[in-house]
């Protein structure tokens, strides 16, 4: 009996151990869905409804032929579709990029992309523990 019961325990231990393990794992997230990074969707749009959390990983996929993605360090530039200095350029068409705590910029390094509304912004809550 008693081994019996420090058994149940046990694996109930280790069941709340491997959920936790899951929820607190950093979520890998593919912008734009099945449709990528790409104007053919409302970029801006998809974060909405969604929870990031700092450490998440965004992969950016699109033709690296034709497009890119640059990381800004705030939001200067997102709104004019400029490159400052300084920003992340990123450009494999498969770029996996780690979101950092609080404002996260993107925008496509193509202005003309850019000004079509290949940009997007996400607000990256801290990890639950
Ligand atoms: C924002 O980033 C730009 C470079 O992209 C930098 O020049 C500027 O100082 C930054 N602003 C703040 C408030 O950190
Ligand atoms: C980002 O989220 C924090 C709370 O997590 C909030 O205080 C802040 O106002 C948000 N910033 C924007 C620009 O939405």
Not at 89 to 111: Q, T, V
Request: overall charge negative; hydrophobic content about 35%.
């Amino acid at each position: 009996m008693e081994f019996k019961r420090t058994t149940v325990v046990t694996t109930i231990a280790v069941v709340i151990m491997l959920i936790g393990g899951a929820i607190s794992a950093p979520k890998t997230w593919i912008v734009g869905d099945e449709y990528g990074w790409d104007t053919i969707i409302n970029v801006e749009q998809w974060p909405e409804g969604k929870h990031f959390y700092a450490g998440d990983i965004l992969v950016f996929n699109y033709d690296y032929r034709d497009s890119n993605v640059v990381k800004l360090l705030n939001k200067t530039g997102y709104d004019t579709c400029t490159k400052p200095e300084g920003a992340e350029e990123y450009e494999s068409g498969n770029d996996k990029i780690p979101l950092d705590f609080g404002l996260n910029h993107f925008i496509s390094g193509y202005p003309v992309q850019c000004q079509a509304g290949l940009k997007m912004f996400i607000n990256a809550t801290a990890p639950p523990n």
